[in-house]
């Protein structure tokens, strides 16, 4: 985490042990995969933080390693080779490592990138359901709009050196469209969804 320039954020009064209770999802195509290591054993890092770096799992580890692959619909990968899954199945498995850790807040870094609408839609719905059971605070980066639109409630935008934050429907609108991402857009809802639909050059 980066210091502030001026001032101080604070966490749980002092601001001690934040990392113990923040999960981070990075890109999956971030991830190193030059070492082989099984879906299991991927998970089982995020426990690190729990049992000590140098310290080896014990039954509890593996215990909620598993469940946690259970949670997230691949309980049958576990023994697979990390390099060997699909992009969704990565995704999966980031997200089952962050949880093992029992984080309040979950950060995502662009979750559904490289995605087909199908796999975006699975992931999205995958942490609408671990946010709401587990009671998670939820941060997602993400460019894609469509997936902000409907599954975000409040939306943070940078506008050069402008942040601005807000509810998602009044910040998310055809002015913010032109301003900050420099097109014409309409947003129309349709069956009860919101889809963003941008205005072509003939």
Do not use: W
């Amino acid at each position: 985490m980066l210091k502030p320039i001026k001032g101080e954020i604070t966490f749980n009064d002092n601001g001690k042990g934040y990392k113990k209770c923040i999960g981070y999802v990075p890109q999956h195509a971030s991830v190193d995969e030059i070492f082989p290591i099984t879906v299991l054993e991927m998970v089982l890092t995020g426990r690190y933080e729990k049992m000590g770096l140098f310290k080896r799992p014990k039954e509890v580890d593996y215990k909620i390693a598993e469940k946690m692959l259970k949670n997230v619909g691949i309980a049958n990968l576990a023994t697979k080779n990390y390099r060997e899954l699909s992009g969704g199945q990565k995704q999966r498995t980031l997200i089952a490592r962050a949880m093992v850790g029992e984080p309040k807040i979950l950060i995502l870094d662009e979750p559904v990138e490289g995605m087909d609408i199908q796999g975006e839609i699975a992931i999205m719905e995958l942490i609408k359901t671990l946010h709401a059971e587990y009671k998670l605070t939820v941060i997602l980066v993400s460019h894609n709009l469509n997936i902000v639109a409907n599954y975000v409630k409040t939306l943070s935008i940078i506008d050069k050196n402008t942040l601005k934050l807000g509810p998602v429907d009044s910040m998310l609108n055809e002015e913010t469209l032109a301003k900050v991402y420099g097109i014409k857009a309409k947003i129309a809802n349709i069956s009860g969804h919101k889809v963003i639909i941008p205005e072509l050059n003939e």
